[in-house]
């Protein structure tokens, strides 16, 4: 059975192990691994992206000629196992519900995205709002849809267990590059020889020049909403809520700062994301709200899109990357593993 090394522990890691299981022996090796949200450290654990996110699904129609037509593939394939995971492990931290977008300055992927097809993309659910439902005058389009949420910590470590009871093994362990890995004498991984390498290292080595960072404020509140709303303003702005449930609270958000490296979060941009919120949605969360944290994130983007392809290295070497998620490292996370093993697959057998 072919021996493979999955570099990164957050919810692409975890999901290629995971995946990657059914026909190969799999190790993890990462710096970071999930574990209860209150104990990661906002600023020693920034650059592990996955406690960070909200996070929830958002559909991304692909525009009429195509564009995001394969993470909308991986979308899809995503909300499939997330249904068949939550019927059999409640426990794992996911919540079904609706989902409601409002824009104010739709593109031609919104406009164009009619009930008939909304069901050509296989998006349950769908209906479009009228103009009576939105917020208010400035937003243009509005629509809801059936979708899920997860809490993220819950999530991913649901998938470590689920990794390591059906015979995954972890190691603890900071690399300085995906190749250490085959350098490493097997007794310190515990290997045999490693026939593949996985690189899911979110940012990690930050070595290919087309990957950057997009800090996401968000807020950490203690009142409930029954739906995940997003609003798209014209200005370029987001407001939005995700449910954690599992008593995770519901993040309210948030901002995407393009190569912005700030650890601390900013109490003004807090103000400004509860105020925007409560705009968008007035309904009662519970009476105003309870801040229980403020939360910064790096989200892992990449120009060109994530990074989903296997390469030979000059050593003769097989990696598959699989990573450049950037905010949707969940809504694909099982379109991206499906993927990975089927390359990794191909690459063997
Ligand atoms: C504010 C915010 C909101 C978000 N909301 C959503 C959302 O609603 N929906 C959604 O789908 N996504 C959302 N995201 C994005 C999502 O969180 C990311 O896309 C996802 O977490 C990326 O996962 P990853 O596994 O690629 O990387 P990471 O979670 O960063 O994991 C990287 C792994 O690699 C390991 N690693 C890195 N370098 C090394 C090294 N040198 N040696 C050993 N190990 C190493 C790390 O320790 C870690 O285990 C959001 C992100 C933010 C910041
Ligand atoms: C996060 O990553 C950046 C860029 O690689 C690095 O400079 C910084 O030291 C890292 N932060 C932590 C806390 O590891
Ligand atoms: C592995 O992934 C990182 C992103 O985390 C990237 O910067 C790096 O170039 C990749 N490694 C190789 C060998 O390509």
Known sequence: MSEVVVIGAGVIGLSCAIKLQ?????????????????????????????????????????????????????????????????????EAGITFMKGIEYLEAPSIEYTSLTEARAKELKIEGFRLLAGH???????????AYDTWCVNPMVYCCYLLRKFTMGGGRIRKRELRKPEEVFALPPEELGLGRVDAVVNASGYGFGDDLNIYVTKGQTCLVDDLCPVTVTRQNADGSWSFCVPRN?????????????????????????????????????????????????????????????????????????????????????????????????EVERHFI
């Not at 991986?74 to 499939?80: G, H, N, Q, R, V």
């Open 133 to 143: 439902e939105f917020p208010d005058d400035k937003v243009s389009w509005g629509c």
């Open 22 to 90: 059914e026909h190969c022996t799999v190790t993890i090796v990462a710096k970071d691994f999930p574990a209860p949200f209150e104990t990661i450290d906002p600023i020693a654990q920034i650059n592990y992206t996955s406690p960070w996110g909200g996070a929830h699904n958002r559909w991304v129609p692909p525009s009429p000629s195509g564009e995001n037509a394969r993470e909308h593939a991986y979308a899809l394939i995503t909300y499939k196992h997330m249904k068949a995971i939550h019927a059999y492990h409640p």
């Open 246 to 342: 599992f008593d995770g609270g519901t993040v309210i958000g948030g901002t995407k700062d393009v190569n912005d490296w700030a650890a601390q979060p900013s109490m003004e941009v807090r103000e400004k994301l509860l105020s925007d919120f409560r705009r968008t949605w007035p309904h009662d969360l519970g009476g105003g709200y309870t801040v229980l944290a403020d939360i910064v994130g790096r989200r892992p983007t990449r120009i060109g899109g994530p990074r989903i392809e296997g390469e030979v290295t000059k050593g003769e070497e097989f990696i598959m990357h699989a990573y450049g998620l950037g905010g949707r490292g969940y809504e694909l996370s099982w379109g991206v593993a499906e993927a990975v093993a089927k």
